[in-house]
């Protein structure tokens, strides 16, 4: 099958978040599975510092943005380590910025011209490199409007007739909602203003337009798809998702064991697996604690914590009962991210009140982020919403064990301690129900009670968490299989 992986941010050449991840992944794992996939996304600043190779096609082409003609042209690279084509749209008018979508905090107020701009380059591809294309696999709502161009526009001509559209929410919470006038910028008719298409009350919703258009619907863990059918998740859109549920599948994202693997990863002090771990996972930890400037203890617990500083992740509730932990308990804390600002600072004020015990990086780190999955006794995650999370399964992989709140794709794929899971040998890690810091406090208390007087059921968690298979192979052939029954309807 030829899959067009449409997306706005793809590893190794810009990320902000686990898009990044999945798009790079993803369409290795189908190409592995004897599948053609080609990714498109921007050729952003950050994606041409990359240091990948990036050379350009030699073909450049114009758009139609409202009452102006915006060029842009064609550069073309690989996915790492394979031969799935990755082509960027160059335009420097909009995509040589600092950030991807916003820059200090504040949204690019031309986002919805910028994506616009990007959804008819993406369409433009296929025309101008003379692609069969089986599968139009857009992402989010910087790419919501493909559907609906394709839909509306192209569906006409024989190259696009047969596409088949699959849309992926990766989080609902970020719509890509605008102002009705931005409906000038698409060039799409204002018949499709409506409730039942692109209009969000009152204004251009394109997360809503890319789910109204396509033919099918995913996101990406079973508990979300079924979570976002409810007021509490949906973020408004419940109407919508109801409207599509027959159409819409949840499948559970994949890790890229080549770049997540502790058996095999440049960024360790100490590589391991599963019979390594107990000997050379302290290695990592000694690592970690001398490289964050804390006292160096085999024995302390240290909790690492990697992500976006965003109201979604309780970042908020764990700033809240740190004192707690350190001040009763010794705990040790790595925090690694980036985000709201008033987080930033309020975790800055905790690393200086508690030097011994709290380290911070508020910056975007990769290799920082594997040390910290390598060398932290747990991960937490109190995510008051959580369509998949990528980290608790590094964190499984990589034998940290996880303490995650209850929701999304952290219940699909860690089994809390409890009498029931220890026996049937399915525990990996510790889970609590309600985002708030008695239950946090709780889970807490239960991993550093666990930890500290039955190390062997410890031992026992790390193992069964490191011997799960997180890899895409399972989810790329779910993928595969929503393609084709879609394309038999
Ligand atoms: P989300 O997509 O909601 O941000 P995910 O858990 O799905 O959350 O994916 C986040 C990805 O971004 C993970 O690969 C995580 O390691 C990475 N990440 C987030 N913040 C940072 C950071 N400050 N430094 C390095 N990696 C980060």
Redesign the pocket.
């Known amino acids: 099958m030829n899959i067009l992986f449409a997306t706005s941010e793809a590893v190794p050449f810009a990320?902000t978040?686990?898009?990044a991840?999945v798009s790079s992944s993803l369409p290795r794992a189908l190409s592995q599975l004897g599948h053609q996939p080609v990714v498109v996304m921007p050729a952003y600043k950050q994606a041409l510092r990359s240091g990948q190779a990036i050379r350009p096609v030699g073909i450049d082409f114009s758009i139609p943005v409202w009452n102006k003609t915006v060029y842009g042209s064609l550069l073309e690279s690989r996915l790492t380590d394979s031969d799935v084509p990755v082509y960027l749209i160059l335009q420097d008018q909009y995509y040589d910025r600092d950030g991807l979508y916003n820059q200090n905090g504040t949204d690019y107020t031309d986002n919805c011209e910028r994506f616009v701009f990007f959804s008819r380059a993406v369409l433009e591809t296929i025309r101008l490199l003379s692609l069969e294309i089986d599968v139009l696999h857009t992402n989010d709502w910087q790419t919501g409007l493909i559907p609906a161009y394709l839909e509306a526009v192209y569906k006409e001509s024989p190259r696009y007739k047969k596409i088949t559209s699959v849309h992926t929410i990766?989080?609902l919470a970020y719509q890509g909602v605008f102002w009705h006038w931005d409906m000038c910028l698409t060039g799409l008719d204002w018949k499709y203003f409506t409730y039942d298409k692109m209009e969000f009350f009152g204004k251009l919703n394109l997360l809503k337009t890319g789910m109204m258009f396509a033919d099918g619907l995913t996101t990406v863990s079973p508990r979300y798809a079924q979570e976002i059918l409810s007021p509490e998740y949906s973020c408004g859109l419940e109407g919508v998702l109801r409207h599509r549920r027959k159409d819409l599948r949840g499948i559970l994202n994949g890790v890229d064991t080549d770049h997540w693997n502790p058996a095999a990863d440049p960024n360790l002090a100490a590589v391991y697996n599963t019979e390594t771990v107990f000997e050379n996972k302290p290695v990592c930890k000694q690592a970690l604690q001398e490289e964050m400037q804390l006292p160096v203890n085999a024995e302390t617990p240290l909790v690492g914590i990697?992500?976006?500083l965003a109201f979604q992740k309780g970042l908020d509730l764990v700033i809240d009962v740190i004192p707690r932990w350190v001040e009763e308990h010794n705990v040790q804390w790595v925090i690694?991210?980036?985000g709201d600002p008033k987080l930033e600072q309020r975790i800055e004020e905790l690393a200086a009140s508690y030097p011994q015990n709290v380290a911070v990086k508020l910056?975007?780190?990769?290799a920082?982020?594997h040390r910290i999955e390598a060398g932290a006794d747990m991960f937490l995650m109190p995510s008051r919403y959580e369509p998949?999370?990528?980290?608790q399964m590094?964190s499984l992989i990589y034998g940290t064990v996880p303490i995650v709140r209850e929701t999304g794709g952290l219940v699909d794929t860690v089994v809390g301690l409890n009498t029931e899971t220890f026996e049937k040998g399915t525990a990996n890690g510790f889970s609590f129900k309600d985002a708030d810091h008695s239950g946090l406090n709780w889970a807490i208390e239960q991993a550093l009670i666990c930890y500290r007087e039955t190390p062997g059921i410890w031992k026992q968690l790390v193992k069964t968490g490191m011997s799960q298979d997180w890899s895409w192979k399972q989810s790329a052939a779910r993928y595969l299989e929503f393609y084709e029954e879609l394309r038999s309807r």
């Open positions: 990320k978040g686990g898009l991840d990766h989080n990697v992500g976006r690694l991210g980036t910056s975007f780190s990769d920082v982020a998949c999370g990528l980290n590094y």
